[in-house]
């Protein structure tokens, strides 16, 4: 039985790591669960799955709950406690904690486990090298969680042949067939109707603008070792098909699943095996699988993000930070959708730019990040 710490358990990946657990109850046990604030889901996850280490890095919200757990619990609380429950052993580490505030952890997590799960782009995003370095040093095996990535793992484990190119699908999110006028009218609830998938508010957004598939692009280059030009993106509404390889004699293979974030966490979870859990897809219905050419004018930041990535300068984790706080804005009615655009666009153009040469630069740049296109968005 394998040992598991939930890092973000009540956020959506966490809830669907606990959702596989719950198929799986024999081959795994829940040892740590780790939440920001949200004690309510956290306490109803405690009842279920009676973990040994509980983490809240609200302190205010920790002593709350303090309250409610039994004596053969132990709290870790505030960002001390995220450390110590950072270094706790186990089998599977499920790094589902949202921005980069997950790195910290993450590169704790890595001397203390087998094999970390990885639902958090924004750390490799910004900090790939470092992560997976300091995962080659501690021997742990990182299997990312993103659908995307993990089904193009999924298809390079197979294919040992030389990779000609891969491409990554992209449903092109709630906004696509809107003209380009309409998109400064569009509201929250319209931008958060993802036609697919149900994910986190940022993840959706970031969905909408694709610079969450230049991220996915940043990730597959890190975790594959691939060039970005051998990178490409196609648009595949249905969601089904995750991503393709492309061999030397222009064979493709194909890893389909139905779009369920349940099943890249079970294959992260589960490997080398492969129980049946959940739904297949029925050929048994008539079923359409379409690709079109991406509209790259359409999607100005994925050019920016991708563009970022061949730098290989400090640019990524600005444009990280530059586009939380921007969306951010958007959840809040602050400012319209086309001004995440407009800002990010503004703070590419205009950054200082430097080699990453530690840890300690990545949240240098975040901050700057940050102070800047709030700068920017109060004028």
Not at 1 to 10: A, E, N, R, W
Not at 172 to 191: C, D, F, Q, S, T
Not at 271 to 290: C, E, N
Not at 314 to 336: P, Q, R, T, Y
Request: glycine share 6%.
């Amino acid at each position: 039985m394998k040992k598991v710490l939930i890092f973000g358990s009540t956020g959506s990946v966490g809830k669907n790591a606990l959702d596989v657990i719950r198929k799986a109850k024999k081959d795994f046990r829940v040892l740590g669960l780790c939440a920001y604030r949200d004690i309510k889901t956290l306490y109803r996850q405690i009842k279920e799955f009676s973990p040994s280490y509980v983490c809240v890095r609200d302190e205010k919200a920790a002593m709350e709950l303090k309250k409610e757990l039994n004596r053969g619990v132990k709290l870790f609380k505030g960002e001390e406690g995220l450390k110590e429950f950072s270094c706790i052993s186990c089998d599977i580490s499920l790094m589902a904690i949202t921005g980069i505030s997950c790195l910290k952890p993450l590169l704790l997590s890595l001397k203390y486990t087998q094999r970390v799960a990885l639902a958090n782009k924004e750390s490799i995003v910004t900090a790939g090298s470092f992560v997976l370095r300091a995962a080659a040093r501690s021997r742990t095996e990182i299997f990312p969680v993103d659908s995307e990535i993990s089904a193009l793992s999924q298809l390079l484990k197979i294919n040992k042949a030389v990779v000609n190119k891969v491409y990554l699908t992209a449903s092109g999110g709630p906004l696509l067939n809107h003209r380009k006028k309409e998109l400064a009218k569009v509201g929250v609830k319209e931008v958060l109707s993802h036609p697919t998938w149900k994910m986190g508010k940022r993840i959706t957004v970031d969905s909408a603008t694709l610079v969450n598939k230049g991220f996915e692009a940043v990730e597959a280059h890190y975790f594959f070792n691939l060039s970005y030009k051998d990178i490409d993106i196609v648009i595949h509404k249905e969601s089904a098909i995750h991503a393709l390889v492309e061999l030397g004699d222009h064979t493709l293979f194909a890893c389909a699943y139905l779009p369920d974030m349940r099943m890249p966490i079970a294959f992260a979870f589960h490997y080398p095996k492969r129980p049946s859990l959940f739904k297949r897809i029925d050929f048994g219905k008539k079923l359409s699988f379409t690709f079109t050419p991406l509209p790259n004018k359409f999607f100005p930041l994925l050019k920016v993000i991708l563009e970022a990535g061949k730098r290989g300068d400090n640019s990524l984790a600005i444009l990280n930070a530059c586009d939380e706080i921007a969306v951010g804005h958007f959840l809040k009615g602050k400012i319209e959708f086309t001004q995440i655009i407009k800002v990010m666009e503004y703070i590419f153009q205009h950054y200082p730019k430097s080699k990453i040469k530690s840890i300690e630069d990545v949240f240098f740049w975040d901050n700057w990040a940050r102070i800047k296109t709030e700068e920017y968005l109060k004028k």
